[in-house]
């Protein structure tokens, strides 16, 4: 079975996961940045990052704005013919950030991963698989 899921998604654009994936993009890009989700869109994938079925696994869809960076515009002294404000490339990826905005979200949980689920033309949207340490169902048994 995670054979076919993952085969449909080398090409997620074509055949039926590009028409429902479309819709679903429709519905999230009115919805919240960080949302909590009940189970992994990609199952396949959020099993081989290490997602299991049962309780202080999370999955986290983060909604991220594409594009170059911007830098802050200089307020006072001399002013530069040329700004050097926009064209910035980040520092860190896109992947990254939705990582660290989950985090920043659920202080409490530790990311374990994460992979790309999705993009349009202005945002991209990841799922972050998040474990809550403490859990009894999650901590590490005492030999």
Known sequence: MYRYMSEAWKKPREGYLGEALR????RWRRGPSIARVERP???DRARRLGYKAKQGFVVVRVKVRKGGARKLRP???RRQK?????????AISL????????????????????????????????EVIM???HHPAVAPRPS
């Open 23 to 26: 819709q679903m993009a429709i």
């Open 41 to 43: 869109t990609r199952l």
């Open 75 to 77: 307020r006072s002294g």
């Open 82 to 90: 040329a700004l050097g404000v926009t064209k910035y490339t980040r």
């Open 95 to 126: 992947k990254g950030i939705a990582e660290g905005r989950a985090s920043k979200k659920y202080p409490n949980l530790k990311v374990l991963n994460s992979y790309w689920l999705w993009e349009d033309g202005v945002h991209a949207w990841y």
């Open 131 to 133: 474990i809550d340490e």
